[in-house]
C-alpha cells in the first residue's frame, strides 16, 4: 500500500525558514515525480511544486518561487520542501502527493496525497 | 496560467438525487482533466482522471464527461458519503491549477 507521512509543519515568524518532509513507502520512490500541494484554512487548493523522479527537475508557482525549494534523498524514499522567507499568505495544509505515471518527469494526476501537516506564519 | 472555473459554489441536495458539477477551463485543456473528492478533515481523493476515466476502486455512480474548455463530473444517485468538496484541476500547461471548488452539502 502506498503511503504517504508528511512533517515538519508548525508555527513560524514572519520571515522565518521551515522544512516540511515527506515520507514515502509502498512504492519504487525514484521512479515517480512528486510534487506539494497547498490549502490555506478554508480555502481550495493551490499547486506548489513538484519534482521528477530522478530529482533534476523541478517546477514551481510564481507565488513560492525563490522562496521554496522543493529536493528529495531516493535513499531515505523522502521528499522535502524547504520554505524561506515565509509570509502569512503562506500559512495552509501542506499535502505531499505521488503522479500517476511512473515516468521520470511530472505526469499524470495526484495519487495518492499524504495527510497534510500545518503551516502557520504568524508573531 | 489556465484558469478553472466551477460552478455552482454550493449545491444542497437530498440522497439520491442525482448531481452534475461543471469546470469550465480559460483555455483548451484537451482532456488533461481531473476530478478530485475532498472531505472535511481529509485529504483529497483521485476520481476522474483524462476526463472521464475512473480511479481505481470508485464507484460507478462516479462519471466525468467533457473535452477542451467544458467538463462535467456527475454523481448519478448521492450517497451519503458523497457529501463533500469536488475539485477539477488541469495538468495541459504549467503551473498546474486547480478550480475553486463545488461543495455538495444536504439539504
Known amino acids: 500500500e502506498v503511503q504517504l507521512l508528511e512533517s515538519g509543519g508548525g508555527l513560524v515568524q514572519p520571515g522565518g525558514s521551515l522544512r516540511l518532509s515527506c515520507a514515502a513507502s509502498?512504492?519504487?520512490?525514484?521512479?515517480?515525480?512528486m510534487s506539494w500541494v497547498r490549502q490555506a484554512p478554508g480555502k481550495g487548493l493551490e499547486w506548489v511544486s513538484a519534482?521528477?523522479?530522478?530529482?533534476?527537475?523541478?517546477y514551481y508557482a510564481d507565488s513560492v518561487k525563490g522562496r521554496l525549494t522543493i529536493s528529495r534523498d531516493n535513499s531515505k524514499n523522502t521528499l522535502y520542501l524547504q520554505m524561506n522567507s515565509l509570509r502569512a499568505e503562506d500559512t495552509a495544509v501542506y499535502y505531499c502527493?505521488?503522479?500517476?505515471?511512473?515516468?521520470?518527469?511530472?505526469?499524470?494526476?495526484?495519487?495518492?496525497w499524504g495527510q497534510g501537516t500545518l503551516v502557520t506564519v504568524s508573531s | 496560467e489556465i484558469v478553472l472555473t466551477q460552478s455552482p459554489a454550493t449545491l444542497s441536495l437530498s440522497p439520491g438525487e442525482r448531481v452534475t458539477l461543471s469546470c469550465r477551463a480559460s483555455?483548451?485543456?484537451?482532456?488533461?482533466l481531473a476530478w478530485y473528492q475532498q472531505k472535511p478533515g481529509q485529504a483529497p481523493r483521485l476520481l476522474i482522471y483524462?476526463?472521464?476515466n475512473r480511479a481505481t476502486g470508485i464507484p460507478a455512480r462516479f462519471s466525468g464527461s467533457g473535452s477542451g474548455t467544458d467538463f462535467t463530473l456527475t454523481i448519478s444517485s448521492l450517497e451519503p458519503e458523497d457529501f463533500a468538496v469536488y475539485y477539477c484541476?488541469?495538468?495541459?500547461?504549467?503551473?498546474?491549477?486547480f478550480g475553486g471548488g463545488t461543495k455538495v452539502e444536504i439539504k
Open positions: 484541476q488541469q495538468r495541459r500547461s504549467w503551473p498546474l491549477t
Open positions: 509502498g512504492f519504487t520512490f525514484n521512479t515517480y515525480a
Open positions: 483524462d476526463a472521464s
Open positions: 502527493a505521488k503522479f500517476t505515471s511512473q515516468v521520470d518527469a511530472p505526469s499524470g494526476w495526484f495519487d495518492p
Open positions: 519534482i521528477s523522479g530522478s530529482g533534476g527537475s523541478t
Open positions: 483555455q483548451s485543456v484537451n482532456s488533461y
